[in-house]
């Protein structure tokens, strides 16, 4: 059974910068894309980026290009999230999730603030 568990997040100035990780345990992610979604308070979860199986391919919403990059360890078994020139519109609940033919799994989430 494949599980998901996000770290890094935290309180931040503007402009700050964080690194998020993804570490799955029980499954192999090599031969699957992983993404990452944020979710703000009384709004829907957002897809903001996403890695292809091989790492070769990656993906962003037009409101993270350019400052978020995605990328996956295969040895580690983890994928990360570096986000830098953080704004307090990135404020928001980070979740990974990976994609299988059987079911998605997502992890519970790790707390972005981006605030002064």
């Known amino acids: 059974q494949l599980q998901l568990v996000e770290s890094g997040g935290g309180l931040v100035q503007p402009g700050g910068s964080l690194r998020l990780s993804c570490a799955a345990s029980g499954l192999p992610l090599n031969g699957f894309a992983i993404g990452w979604f944020r979710q703000a308070p009384g709004k829907e979860r957002e897809g903001i980026s996403c890695?292809?199986?091989?790492?070769?391919?990656?993906n962003y919403a037009d409101s993270v290009k350019g400052r978020f990059t995605i990328t996956r360890d295969h040895a580690k078994n983890t994928a990360y999230l570096q986000m830098n020139s953080l704004k307090p519109e990135d404020t928001a609940v980070y979740y990974c999730n990976v994609g299988t033919v059987v079911r998605d799994y997502w992890g519970q989430g790790t707390q972005v603030t981006v605030s002064s």
């Open positions: 890695i292809s199986s091989s790492g070769g391919s990656t």
